[in-house]
């Protein structure tokens, strides 16, 4: 039988999506922005009309299947070379390997037989006979399972990898292709091709449970990191379905490229990449809006598209082209689009929540002159940032860095910065002590922090009445002044104390006397210096009666 040459059909149709492609996108959905269009890094040549890729699971080798020679490439992906080579069967279409990595699983679709490789010494340990035309292959999410959809036969064959037996053969659509299996392993999907249907396969059961009707040649499949999305290319009518896992209903269609026979998701789920075989383009969706938001050039009839795990590397096959696309996917750029508070001291410590897109991964967030934030923790959609020290005032722009780029400055990031000030409250009390020979009043002065920003030093002064002694523990007293300090930060609705005493003798001259205690200096600004003070006026009578207020 000749080697086929384009995917049209059952008799002339290519694989379905890679199983190893699906087994990557296992990863939580996070909202981001439209992804980032990706760019043909190289173009390597391989063994003619290649239609399966799958990676390793740590990435480093991709196995790309044969459809007329049956020999299998394997590419180094850190040199982007290939490697080495093997032959397993004829007619290879479908390739996947297991969750370690150390088994690859190939259809034939010439031989009716599916073929299990030690990819240690990349030798073949046994060969499956399976349905006919057997064209897909997935395996459940723990390795224990290999369905195989029989495009001849209209069945799907399910394979126990531990004995390497076909324990049970399922009736589906008519001319099955593309295969995917839910993260739990429950649930399996079947693209009918000709029936134009997706078949959803109860794994327990071994029965077809739901049957979704989509569009002309549906072939390839990919579900969404959670679950909740499975998308279809339909490749007679130019486009991608979209049907909700959940209630297995068809949620609309994306107009494509000509010739759709694939589909693989971003391991983020933000970016559907539809492979468009008659007109040598990838189609980029945003799965958000479903709109396509870039159109990619790429090589010779493209089909099976596998994904690195982070979702930065892709390896197209290009069927006629005899070729291997790399492909590099950029990182999004963040984009910041609000922030709050708006504004804050230059003492710093603001406290910045910055919502956006695209901003995990951040390795910094700065605040225009001001610098970089003291710390940050960012998410997709949110970073928490500590706005630094400075002497700026005004407007600034807050920006977050990724290994994508740095948002653009935009009015909605603006942070503005106000001159430090700090009010310092000012109390004074006068409690007389009488006693026939040494009566005194003992005065405290109690200095507490009332914002908004902490009170960085400060300086408390009083004119002390001539004719009485003074004295002081903790302020100095001289040339009948006395003058306290406060050397240490004190913050908002924090206090301190300071004490002074005059002592009142029997023979003292001085009947009556005010003292005012009043900030004399400090940082940073009083924003209300005139009522930093205090007053307390005392009268006494020969010493031995002293009353204050």
């Known amino acids: 039988?000749?080697?086929?040459?384009?995917?049209?059909?059952?008799?002339?149709?290519?694989?379905?999506?890679?199983?190893?492609?699906?087994?990557?996108?296992?990863?939580?959905?996070?909202?981001?922005?439209?992804?980032?269009?990706?760019?043909?890094?190289?173009?390597?040549?391989?063994?003619?009309?290649?239609?399966?890729?799958?990676?390793?699971?740590?990435?480093?080798?991709?196995?790309?299947?044969?459809?007329?020679?049956?020999?299998?490439?394997?590419?180094?992906?850190?040199?982007?070379?290939?490697?080495?080579?093997?032959?397993?069967?004829?007619?290879?279409?479908?390739?996947?390997?297991?969750?370690?990595g150390h088994r690859a699983y190939l259809t034939?679709?010439?031989?009716?037989?599916?073929?299990?490789?030690?990819?240690?010494?990349?030798?073949?340990?046994?060969?499956?006979?399976v349905g006919a035309q057997p064209w897909g292959l997935a395996l459940s999410p723990d390795g224990a399972r290999a369905y195989v959809s029989n495009a001849g036969a209209d069945t799907v064959s399910v394979l126990d990898t531990s004995s390497n037996t076909v324990t049970a053969t399922v009736p589906v659509g008519a001319e099955p292709h593309g295969l995917a299996v839910s993260r739990d392993g429950r649930w399996l999907y079947v693209a009918a091709s000709g029936g134009k249907a997706v078949n959803v396969v109860d794994t327990a059961s071994g029965t077809v449970s739901a049957t979704v009707a989509v569009g002309h040649s549906a072939f390839g499949l990919a579900l969404s990191p959670d679950g909740s999305r499975l998308w279809v290319a339909d490749g007679d009518d130019g486009t991608a379905a979209v049907i909700n896992t959940g209630a297995n209903t068809l949620l609309g269609t994306v107009a494509v490229g000509n010739g759709p026979y694939a589909v693989a998701l971003a391991p983020d789920?933000?970016?559907?990449?539809?492979?468009?075989?008659?007109?040598?383009?990838?189609?980029?969706?945003?799965?958000?809006?479903?709109?396509?938001?870039?159109?990619?050039?790429?090589?010779?009839?493209?089909?099976?598209?596998?994904?690195?795990?982070?979702?930065?590397r892709g390896y197209l096959a290009d069927f006629t082209g005899s070729a291997v696309d790399l492909l590099n996917f950029p990182l999004p750029v963040p984009v910041v689009s609000g922030i709050s508070p708006s504004g804050g001291s230059g003492v710093g410590g603001t406290v910045v929540t910055v919502t956006g897109t695209d901003l995990n991964g951040a390795t910094a967030v700065t605040f225009g002159a001001a610098g970089a934030a003291t710390s940050f923790s960012c998410t997709s959609t949110s970073c928490t940032a500590t706005a630094p020290a400075t002497t700026v005032t005004g407007p600034v722009d807050v920006q977050v860095t990724t290994p994508g780029g740095t948002s653009a400055a935009v009015a909605a990031d603006r942070f503005t910065y106000t001159a430090p000030s700090a009010h310092l409250g000012v109390a004074l009390t006068a409690t007389p002590v009488t006693d026939l020979f040494a009566s005194r009043v003992d005065y405290t002065v109690t200095l507490t922090g009332q914002g908004p920003d902490p009170v960085a030093s400060a300086t408390v002064s009083a004119d002390?009445?001539?004719?009485?002694?003074?004295?002081?523990?903790?302020?100095?007293?001289?040339?009948?002044?006395?003058?306290?300090?406060?050397?240490?930060?004190?913050?908002?609705?924090?206090?301190?104390?300071?004490?002074?005493?005059?002592?009142?003798?029997?023979?003292?001259?001085?009947?009556?006397w005010d003292v005012t205690v009043a900030r004399t200096a400090g940082a940073p600004a009083d924003p209300s210096p005139a009522t930093s003070k205090d007053t307390r006026s005392c009268t006494s009578v020969l010493g031995l009666v002293i009353t204050c207020s």
């Open 108 to 129: 034939h679709h010439l031989d009716n037989a599916v073929s299990v490789v030690d990819t240690a010494g990349n030798t073949v340990t046994a060969t499956v006979p």
């Open 269 to 312: 789920g933000s970016a559907a990449y539809v492979s468009n075989y008659n007109d040598n383009t990838l189609s980029v969706v945003d799965t958000a809006s479903r709109t396509v938001t870039a159109t990619v050039p790429v090589g010779a009839s493209p089909y099976t598209l596998a994904l690195s795990a982070d979702g930065r």
């Open 1 to 100: 039988m000749r080697a086929r040459r384009a995917p049209r059909r059952t008799w002339t149709a290519l694989v379905a999506i890679s199983a190893a492609a699906a087994a990557l996108l296992s990863r939580p959905v996070t909202a981001e922005a439209a992804a980032p269009p990706p760019t043909v890094a190289a173009h390597v040549p391989m063994a003619p009309y290649p239609a399966g890729v799958a990676l390793t699971p740590d990435g480093a080798r991709a196995y790309v299947t044969s459809q007329s020679s049956g020999t299998v490439s394997v590419l180094d992906t850190a040199s982007k070379a290939v490697a080495g080579s093997f032959t397993a069967g004829t007619g290879s279409y479908t390739v996947a390997l297991s969750p370690d």
């Open 464 to 512: 002390l009445p001539a004719g009485l002694a003074a004295s002081s523990g903790d302020c100095t007293v001289a040339a009948g002044k006395l003058t306290c300090t406060l050397s240490a930060p004190l913050a908002k609705g924090a206090g301190t104390t300071r004490h002074f005493s005059l002592g009142v003798g029997l023979l003292n001259l001085v009947s009556s």
